[in-house]
């Protein structure tokens, strides 16, 4: 049957029709050959514009439809659902972009004119080719994986597990709570967070559908939306948590000494610790000299030192396989690592800490009374790792401005004679109620000295703060008994690790990256996966746990169905032309392609495959097609142009 | 006028936050008028900027830390050279200037001595031309090749590297000033012929590697020469890596505890932190000991960006002066540096504090000669 061909040009109100001549476009595209009927008109997206194109189809009976506007990137889906809603198959639409790749960027009406007829030929060219697809739907285990215990994890996986789905949290530390376990308060309400989240991990550790595994690391992730399949190693803690009372003898017995991490590195741990004040005892395999090399010979120091052998050395790791349908990444972000800036005198002296420390300090009353008690003069330093091309991270933190006025505060309640000055160069405060909290700070007597500090050195017991005040236009030498460094948020050392265990891009800032800045926050490249909290950019818990709820309740729509739709538009392979060499296999990002053991020929699992067309393009032997791009596709399509 | 467009343009100050971390990190604006960021936002402000009047502008001695420091990436010493230039051209060159930059464009030299003058630091010592064959051309600095306080550097080198069997040789008369300075007081004009002049003569004389006596030489040569396929080094990491190489044998102890200036050239311009003090903690005798404010953050000597001709708004206070108290404060006995003005600067503070008796300045290669 030859091809009835309907051209539909739109004007996008003046976008386009202030720079292509849309009557002369349609003038041309009517006389185009398999062209039905062309018409343009003010905004074909609009429901009159669709209604235009769905009466065509019916009344003239067109078997293809050219959309000449926008990128399909914008509308691409409408029109596939305005010609279905016809009764077309929704693959027999082409889209001619002569906005974003012609009015756009042209200032000649004459030339974007003649370009706009180019494209349109072009599409009718090869819309007159395509085929009808079926789209298809896979069955989908309801189940989720959520990577990650720290506060957007334990929320996404309480969500799923409350609409009554199974979900595993892993967790890589030994205990859950992540980044904000190590923090004092919140702002700007100055809540204890251990009140926060003593409650929630309860509520997650005895959820009758989440299933903990701490201590734990992610190693493979193989499958497709609805249909995933995660290898999960656990460590052993080695000691066995029915015996053990937590006496401490152990922790007294073990040798080793590392910088405790939980603890900001402000003090060191053994082997043997507990990783939170209240988490159970475990041994860092990493560091256990025993474990690593024999140090403590035939009998560990700590084993002997336990009078309820609760020490057991013969735990082994284990291996679990999990089946899920999708997949939630809470893999969470790194304090700025405020050696990067020696200028800020960071390592080089002990009254020089980060704003990390600070709430380490600031949980121990005993030790925040040392630190803090005696000095006269603080200084807060602004922006440490944040909107600073020096350090590669030219993004703004989010959380730095409120951290610094929550502890300026903190010292100024207990210690109201220090002299507190906040060092900044903007004050970001556009949450809900940090305008007024950055008020109440400056009405407790923290002064705040607009000009970044340039450099922190000694002299003397003194630490002397350099900055410029730049509203009196004076150069500063501040002397200063403790400097607290207001460090930023920086993607956590694993995220390659963790992208490329899914595949997942990652924005310039080397966070994990969402579709859409702005409509699709949530959701990644990868069908199924979805971001929550720090390891998607800098937010603060109360932002971090609405994306967490977020991508809960994104993840529970292919769960609650049961079923997804799949891409239709992929790839296929020409079993007679393919020389089974893998190039297809190495090429695809998705894992799409995968060479057959018995007949040494690729096979497309056409679940994974997003039709992107590398393989085809890889392909020495041709023997792979991709729908809707086939060569006679797009060799029709360029053939009209010569 | 000023065009301050122009110069918002091409300095890229429209990055600027105006976070005054330039002026806060700036050595000199604690004792002077200048003030980076002010004149950024002059310039990004417009209108009338009385240029000829701000003599602070010459008081900037590039050591580039407002750049280095920028959280935009402008640099605001790049500015002031640019603005020195404005003032360079309207005619009105600051007297004590006058001298140097005539001289650098007749006799090669900024001290005003004759051109054939320039090796007789070398006399006696038998230095090949590096036109004879040779692996490494030595590039000497007008200061150490004309100033008999840092003459004493290069002669060292020499045996340094006899020492280690390096095949080099100089330019002999064709060697003359690098331009660093020049273009730095604002001199483009004169720069650019030095530049092109000393590309030809490298060139005649088939130089491939070029290590340089100062870190003001070693700067220009790799950052502002253009590459032109010339590997370029300062002595101090040429040393670091024969001894890594193990080329030498130290003979003699070399007792002393030694601090060490950094050169705001070598390491806060160039991120040659690690060499100078791999050289020193290699030398038997020495006990090496760091001021609080080293590298990164180490202080500029002010010997800079044509202060050697310009004394400045302000000069009751002497950084220099300070670095010697800092420097007496490790328990030094010995101010190492490596860079002809910093040797300079900081022997002339040593004697105005009156400790020339308590701590010794020298550069890196006498003390490597002395422990050879």
Redesign the interface.
Same mark, same amino acid.
């Not at chain 1, 939980?262 to 043997?272: E, M």
């Not at chain 1, 004050?427 to 008020?439: L, N, Q, S």
């Not at chain 2, 590039?62 to 920028?70: E, I, P, Q």
């Given at each position: 049957m030859k091809p009835r061909i309907g051209v539909y040009i739109c004007h996008c109100g003046l976008n386009i029709a202030n720079t292509v001549d849309v009557e002369a476009t349609r003038e041309f595209a009517r006389a185009l050959p398999n062209v039905s009927v062309a018409r343009n008109y003010t905004y074909m997206c609009s429901d009159p514009g669709q209604a235009l194109i769905t009466n065509d189809i019916r009344e003239l009976g067109l078997t293809h439809v050219v959309v000449a506007s926008c990128s399909p990137r914008m509308h691409e889906p409408t029109f596939r659902a305005t010609i279905h809603k016809a009764g077309l198959n929704p693959y027999c639409l082409e889209m001619a972009n002569i906005r974003e790749q012609c009015a756009w960027v042209h200032a000649d009406k004459k030339f974007a004119t003649l370009k706009a007829m180019d494209l349109i030929a072009s599409a009718v060219a090869k819309v007159a080719w395509l085929v009808p697809l079926q789209t298809r739907e896979v069955g989908v285990t309801q189940a989720a994986l959520v990577i990650g215990g720290g506060i957007a994890g334990l929320h996404a996986a309480l969500d799923i597990a409350d609409a009554g789905f199974p979900v595993a949290l892993v967790e890589k530390q030994p205990y859950l709570g992540g980044r904000v376990a190590q923090l004092y308060t919140t702002f700007p309400t100055q809540e204890r967070v251990a009140d926060l989240l003593a409650p929630l991990i309860a509520r997650v550790t005895q959820h009758p559908h989440i299933r903990v595994i701490a201590n734990a690391k992610v190693e493979q992730i193989e499958g497709f939306i609805g249909n995933f399949r995660a290898t999960v190693r656990t460590r052993p803690a080695f000691v066995d948590a029915t015996k053990c009372d937590a006496c401490g003898k152990c922790v007294d017995a073990c040798p080793v000494s590392v910088p405790d991490a939980f603890n900001a590195n402000l003090t060191p741990r053994r082997a043997i610790y507990r990783p939170t004040p209240n988490a159970p005892l475990v041994v860092d395999a990493t560091q256990c000299t025993y474990i690593q090399d024999r140090v403590c010979l035939s009998e560990p120091r700590c084993v002997a030192a336990c009078d309820r052998h609760a020490i057991d050395f013969s735990q082994a790791e284990t291996v679990s396989e999990l089946n899920v349908g999708a997949i939630i990444v809470a893999t969470g972000a790194s304090a700025f690592d405020a050696t990067l800036k020696?200028?800020l005198?960071f390592g /080089? /002296?002990a009254n020089v800490i980060t704003s990390l420390q600070f709430e380490r300090l600031a949980a121990n009353p005993a030790e925040f009374a040392k630190a803090f008690g005696a000095a006269k003069e603080i200084a807060f330093v602004s922006?440490v790792g944040s909107?600073?091309?020096?350090t590669g991270n030219a993004y703004c933190s989010r959380v730095c401005c409120m951290v610094n006025a929550k502890q300026a505060q903190i010292v100024k309640q207990q210690f109201p004679a220090a002299r507190v000055t906040i060092f900044y160069?903007?004050v970001r405060a556009f949450g809900k109620g940090h305008e007024e909290f950055y008020d109440a700070v400056r009405q407790s007597g923290v002064r705040y000295r607009?000009?970044?500090?340039?450099?922190v050195?000694?002299r003397g017991a003194k630490m002397i703060v350099? /900055?410029?005040?730049?509203l009196i236009?004076k150069?500063?030498?501040v002397e200063a008994d403790l400097v607290v460094l207001g460090v930023g948020l920086t993607p956590r050392a694993e995220t390659d690790e963790v992208a490329n265990l899914l595949s997942l891009p990652r924005s310039g800032d080397g966070f994990l990256l969402e579709i859409h800045p702005k409509l699709r926050p949530v959701e990644t490249a990868v069908d199924g996966v979805f971001l929550a909290g720090t390891c998607q950019g800098p937010k603060d818990i109360v932002d971090t746990i609405a994306q967490a709820r977020a991508a809960a309740s994104s993840a529970l729509a292919p769960l609650c169905r049961g079923t997804v739709k799949v891409e239709s538009a992929t790839s296929t392979v020409n079993d007679e032309m393919c020389a089974g060499c893998g190039l297809c296999v190495a090429t695809c990002p998705y894992g799409a392609p995968a060479l057959n053991a018995r007949t040494g020929k690729t096979r497309v699992n056409a679940v994974l495959c997003k039709g992107c067309g590398a393989c085809a393009a890889a392909c020495p032997s041709k023997a792979i097609q991709v729908m809707q791009f086939t060569p006679r596709q797009i060799l029709s399509q360029i053939a009209v142009l010569a | 006028m000023l065009d301050t467009e122009t110069l918002v343009q091409q300095f890229d100050l429209l990055a600027c936050i105006q976070c005054g971390k330039c002026t806060g990190g700036c050595p000199i604006s604690p004792k002077s008028a200048l003030n980076p960021r002010a004149l950024i936002y002059h310039m990004l402000l417009g209108g009338d900027f009385e240029l000829v009047s701000r003599d602070e502008l010459w008081d900037c001695t590039t050591c580039a830390t407002c750049g280095m420091r920028c959280p935009k990436g402008v640099k605001a010493y790049d500015l002031i050279i640019g603005l020195r230039g404005q003032w360079i051209e309207s005619g009105k060159i600051p007297t004590t200037l006058r001298a140097p930059l005539t001289a650098t464009l007749n006799q090669g030299n900024p001290l005003v001595l004759p051109r054939e003058d320039r090796t007789l630091w070398a006399d006696g010592l038998d230095v090949k031309n590096v036109a004879e064959g040779a692996e490494m051309a030595l590039f000497t600095c007008c200061e150490n090749a004309y100033d008999p306080r840092v003459q004493p550097m290069p002669k060292a080198l020499v045996r340094i590297l006899r020492a280690a069997n390096i095949a080099f040789g100089t330019l002999g008369l064709d060697e003359q000033c690098c331009g660093s300075e020049i273009r730095r007081v604002g001199e483009s004009g004169l720069f650019e012929y030095l530049r092109d002049d000393n590309l030809e003569k490298f060139q005649a004389a088939g130089v491939k590697k070029l290590v340089t006596t100062s870190p003001h030489c070693y700067n220009v040569y790799k950052n502002e020469y253009g590459s032109p396929g010339i590997a370029v080094e300062h002595y101090t990491q040429t040393v670091a890596r024969l001894i890594a190489e193990d080329k030498f044998k130290f003979g003699k102890k070399f007792e002393a505890t030694v601090t060490y200036q950094d050169p705001c050239f070598l390491g806060k311009q160039n991120g040659v932190y690690d060499e100078p003090r791999a050289v020193l903690k290699a030398l038997p005798g020495v006990k090496f000991v760091e001021m609080d404010r080293s590298r990164e953050r180490s202080v500029c000597c002010e010997g800079g960006g044509g202060r050697m001709w310009l004394e400045g708004t302000n000069t009751k206070v002497r950084l220099a002066n300070d670095r010697i108290a800092q420097a007496r404060e490790t328990g030094a006995t010995v101010l190492a540096t490596a860079c002809p003005f910093c040797f300079l600067t900081l022997s002339d503070a040593v004697v105005a504090t009156g400790h020339e008796n308590d701590l010794k300045v020298m550069d890196i290669a006498q003390i490597v000669n002395a422990a050879i």
């Amino acid at each position: 049957m030859k091809p009835r061909i309907g051209v539909y040009i739109c004007h996008c109100g003046l976008n386009i029709a202030n720079t292509v001549d849309v009557e002369a476009t349609r003038e041309f595209a009517r006389a185009l050959p398999n062209v039905s009927v062309a018409r343009n008109y003010t905004y074909m997206c609009s429901d009159p514009g669709q209604a235009l194109i769905t009466n065509d189809i019916r009344e003239l009976g067109l078997t293809h439809v050219v959309v000449a506007s926008c990128s399909p990137r914008m509308h691409e889906p409408t029109f596939r659902a305005t010609i279905h809603k016809a009764g077309l198959n929704p693959y027999c639409l082409e889209m001619a972009n002569i906005r974003e790749q012609c009015a756009w960027v042209h200032a000649d009406k004459k030339f974007a004119t003649l370009k706009a007829m180019d494209l349109i030929a072009s599409a009718v060219a090869k819309v007159a080719w395509l085929v009808p697809l079926q789209t298809r739907e896979v069955g989908v285990t309801q189940a989720a994986l959520v990577i990650g215990g720290g506060i957007a994890g334990l929320h996404a996986a309480l969500d799923i597990a409350d609409a009554g789905f199974p979900v595993a949290l892993v967790e890589k530390q030994p205990y859950l709570g992540g980044r904000v376990a190590q923090l004092y308060t919140t702002f700007p309400t100055q809540e204890r967070v251990a009140d926060l989240l003593a409650p929630l991990i309860a509520r997650v550790t005895q959820h009758p559908h989440i299933r903990v595994i701490a201590n734990a690391k992610v190693e493979q992730i193989e499958g497709f939306i609805g249909n995933f399949r995660a290898t999960v190693r656990t460590r052993p803690a080695f000691v066995d948590a029915t015996k053990c009372d937590a006496c401490g003898k152990c922790v007294d017995a073990c040798p080793v000494s590392v910088p405790d991490a939980f603890n900001a590195n402000l003090t060191p741990r053994r082997a043997i610790y507990r990783p939170t004040p209240n988490a159970p005892l475990v041994v860092d395999a990493t560091q256990c000299t025993y474990i690593q090399d024999r140090v403590c010979l035939s009998e560990p120091r700590c084993v002997a030192a336990c009078d309820r052998h609760a020490i057991d050395f013969s735990q082994a790791e284990t291996v679990s396989e999990l089946n899920v349908g999708a997949i939630i990444v809470a893999t969470g972000a790194s304090a700025f690592d405020a050696t990067l800036k020696p200028e800020l005198g960071f390592g /080089a /002296a002990a009254n020089v800490i980060t704003s990390l420390q600070f709430e380490r300090l600031a949980a121990n009353p005993a030790e925040f009374a040392k630190a803090f008690g005696a000095a006269k003069e603080i200084a807060f330093v602004s922006c440490v790792g944040s909107r600073d091309a020096t350090t590669g991270n030219a993004y703004c933190s989010r959380v730095c401005c409120m951290v610094n006025a929550k502890q300026a505060q903190i010292v100024k309640q207990q210690f109201p004679a220090a002299r507190v000055t906040i060092f900044y160069a903007d004050v970001r405060a556009f949450g809900k109620g940090h305008e007024e909290f950055y008020d109440a700070v400056r009405q407790s007597g923290v002064r705040y000295r607009r000009g970044y500090v340039s450099e922190v050195y000694r002299r003397g017991a003194k630490m002397i703060v350099r /900055a410029e005040d730049t509203l009196i236009q004076k150069p500063l030498e501040v002397e200063a008994d403790l400097v607290v460094l207001g460090v930023g948020l920086t993607p956590r050392a694993e995220t390659d690790e963790v992208a490329n265990l899914l595949s997942l891009p990652r924005s310039g800032d080397g966070f994990l990256l969402e579709i859409h800045p702005k409509l699709r926050p949530v959701e990644t490249a990868v069908d199924g996966v979805f971001l929550a909290g720090t390891c998607q950019g800098p937010k603060d818990i109360v932002d971090t746990i609405a994306q967490a709820r977020a991508a809960a309740s994104s993840a529970l729509a292919p769960l609650c169905r049961g079923t997804v739709k799949v891409e239709s538009a992929t790839s296929t392979v020409n079993d007679e032309m393919c020389a089974g060499c893998g190039l297809c296999v190495a090429t695809c990002p998705y894992g799409a392609p995968a060479l057959n053991a018995r007949t040494g020929k690729t096979r497309v699992n056409a679940v994974l495959c997003k039709g992107c067309g590398a393989c085809a393009a890889a392909c020495p032997s041709k023997a792979i097609q991709v729908m809707q791009f086939t060569p006679r596709q797009i060799l029709s399509q360029i053939a009209v142009l010569a | 006028m000023l065009d301050t467009e122009t110069l918002v343009q091409q300095f890229d100050l429209l990055a600027c936050i105006q976070c005054g971390k330039c002026t806060g990190g700036c050595p000199i604006s604690p004792k002077s008028a200048l003030n980076p960021r002010a004149l950024i936002y002059h310039m990004l402000l417009g209108g009338d900027f009385e240029l000829v009047s701000r003599d602070e502008l010459w008081d900037c001695t590039t050591c580039a830390t407002c750049g280095m420091r920028c959280p935009k990436g402008v640099k605001a010493y790049d500015l002031i050279i640019g603005l020195r230039g404005q003032w360079i051209e309207s005619g009105k060159i600051p007297t004590t200037l006058r001298a140097p930059l005539t001289a650098t464009l007749n006799q090669g030299n900024p001290l005003v001595l004759p051109r054939e003058d320039r090796t007789l630091w070398a006399d006696g010592l038998d230095v090949k031309n590096v036109a004879e064959g040779a692996e490494m051309a030595l590039f000497t600095c007008c200061e150490n090749a004309y100033d008999p306080r840092v003459q004493p550097m290069p002669k060292a080198l020499v045996r340094i590297l006899r020492a280690a069997n390096i095949a080099f040789g100089t330019l002999g008369l064709d060697e003359q000033c690098c331009g660093s300075e020049i273009r730095r007081v604002g001199e483009s004009g004169l720069f650019e012929y030095l530049r092109d002049d000393n590309l030809e003569k490298f060139q005649a004389a088939g130089v491939k590697k070029l290590v340089t006596t100062s870190p003001h030489c070693y700067n220009v040569y790799k950052n502002e020469y253009g590459s032109p396929g010339i590997a370029v080094e300062h002595y101090t990491q040429t040393v670091a890596r024969l001894i890594a190489e193990d080329k030498f044998k130290f003979g003699k102890k070399f007792e002393a505890t030694v601090t060490y200036q950094d050169p705001c050239f070598l390491g806060k311009q160039n991120g040659v932190y690690d060499e100078p003090r791999a050289v020193l903690k290699a030398l038997p005798g020495v006990k090496f000991v760091e001021m609080d404010r080293s590298r990164e953050r180490s202080v500029c000597c002010e010997g800079g960006g044509g202060r050697m001709w310009l004394e400045g708004t302000n000069t009751k206070v002497r950084l220099a002066n300070d670095r010697i108290a800092q420097a007496r404060e490790t328990g030094a006995t010995v101010l190492a540096t490596a860079c002809p003005f910093c040797f300079l600067t900081l022997s002339d503070a040593v004697v105005a504090t009156g400790h020339e008796n308590d701590l010794k300045v020298m550069d890196i290669a006498q003390i490597v000669n002395a422990a050879i």
